[in-house]
T-cell receptor, first 114, second 110 residues
Framework: EAQVTQNPRYLITVTGKKLTVTCSQN?????MSWYRQDPGLGLRQIYY???????DKGDVPEGYKVSRKEKRNFPLILESPSPNQTSLYFC?????????????FGPGTRLTVT | GESVGLHLPTLSVQEGDNSIINCAYS??????FIWYKQESGKGPQFIID?????DKRQGQRVTVLLNKTVKHLSLQIAATQPGDSAVYFC?????????FGGGTRLMVKP
């Protein structure tokens, strides 16, 4: 089944404790992206990747890191999480370079930073 | 990216009626537009897209209209069903980035 998977689905952590949210897609997609969703704010793009070893900042990259060492994986790293990073996070992918194609979204990761 | 609306309006329709959800986008250079549907507890799901060289595109029970002159996008859902209840987002590209509108909640009354 073609899908985007994220792990963990739920995470509660404390301020300053490094964490990684994994994202994997099995569709051989080139474009991958991370979003955060906050009440009343819709989805905002954090980082995106056009292909392996190519990543770029989105609208809200501060406090986040990403890497794209393999085509299928695009982990989101919070080196020192803070309470304002409490949010619902979505990973997405699309088959072609660039954002101008249908994106497939993962199920989301709900992160709480205390 | 350019700013998007923070307001989440709600549209309530009777089952079987047609629904129209509107969106004002802010980037005049955008050339690709998408409507996503998000049900509670799930990730956004693609509904339909349209490129800037078109002003109308139809899918199954859905139609997207694009008016680039006034930067307006609309989604029409025919014969709305309870399963259509969700939050709908219009999305537009800015180069290789995507910007999401604030969303509209559609509630379908049986």
């Amino acid at each position: 089944e073609a899908q985007v998977t994220q792990n963990p689905r739920y995470l509660i952590t404390v301020t300053g404790k490094k964490l990684t949210v994994t994202c994997s897609q099995n569709m051989n997609h080139e474009y991958m992206s991370w979003y955060r969703q906050d009440p009343g704010l819709g989805l905002r793009q954090i980082y995106y990747s056009m292909n392996v070893e190519v990543t770029d900042k989105g609208d809200v990259p501060e406090g986040y890191k990403v890497s794209r060492k393999e085509k299928r994986n695009f982990p989101l790293i919070l080196e020192s999480p803070s309470p304002n990073q409490t949010s619902l996070y979505f990973c997405a992918s699309s088959f072609s370079q660039g954002a101008a194609y249908e994106q497939y979204f993962g199920p989301g990761t709900r992160l709480t930073v205390t | 990216g350019e700013s998007v609306g923070l307001h989440l309006p709600t549209l309530s329709v009777q089952e079987g009626d047609n629904s129209i959800i509107n969106c004002a986008y802010s980037n005049s250079a955008s050339d690709y537009f998408i409507w996503y549907k998000q049900e509670s507890g799930k990730g956004p799901q693609f509904i339909i897209d349209i490129r800037s060289n078109m002003d109308k595109r139809q899918g199954q029970r859905v139609t997207v209209l694009l008016n680039k002159t006034v930067k307006h996008l609309s989604l029409q859902i025919a014969a709305t069903q309870p399963g259509d209840s969700a939050v709908y987002f219009c999305v537009w590209n800015a180069g290789n980035m995507l910007t999401f509108g604030g969303g509209t909640r559609l509630m379908v009354k049986p």
